[in-house]
């Protein structure tokens, strides 16, 4: 009688075969992504778990490196990856509805409702943390156009206030000067930019009353 041992201990090979093929590397936009199977068949009816079936009907070209090659955000791709890893919503200061976008392109439907609640949310609170911050700009005439055109970072003009002209000799008007009062919304303010604002008021005031606005 011959005895045939039978070893029931799969080879590594085959084993690291199995790991591998667990994993999936995604080209979004020219960014890659590392991930795997598990994660992106959280949602059985989105984009990407369709995309990794064997029996997909989605046409998807592949790269030299065998990854999927996707053209959308990758910004916006990672907080709906991430989502699908551990069912959380990790913005890291980008736009809700840039992600909002990306998640109804890949159809993952309970992170589209979740967005829309926060998106609604953020819009019905009140504006209560905004404050305008003042600035007194002090020029001479042939500076203000200059001045007034290269305002940027948020800073619009708000006022003009002649406070004086320069005399010669010959009793001629030269060299005009002028505050220039602009302003800006931003966050909570200091006391120190809080108390410039209120200067700045006082200055806009005066110059109103001057100008008989």
Known sequence: MTTVNINTRKSPNVLKKQGTDQWVKLNVGGQYFLTTKTTLSRDPNSFLSRLIQEDCDLISDR????????????????????????????????????????????????????????INLRDQ????????????????????????????????????????????????????????VVSKECGTSTGRELELNDRAKVLQQKGSRILGI
Not at 74 to 92: E, M, Q, S
């Open 63 to 118: 790269d030299e490196t065998g990854a999927y090659l996707i053209d959308r955000d990758p910004k916006y791709f990672a907080p709906v990856l991430n989502y699908l890893r551990h069912g959380k919503l990790v913005l890291d200061g980008v736009s809700e509805e840039g992600v909002l976008e990306e998640a109804e392109f890949y159809n993952v439907t309970q992170l589209i409702t979740l967005l829309k609640e926060c």
């Open 125 to 180: 609170r009140p504006q209560t943390d905004k404050k305008r911050v003042y600035r007194v700009l002090q020029c001479r005439e042939q500076e203000l156009t200059q001045m007034i055109s290269t305002l940027s970072d948020g800073w619009r003009f708000e006022q003009l206030i002649s406070v004086g002209t320069q005399y010669h000799s010959n009793y001629s008007f030269d060299n005009s000067e002028f505050l220039c």
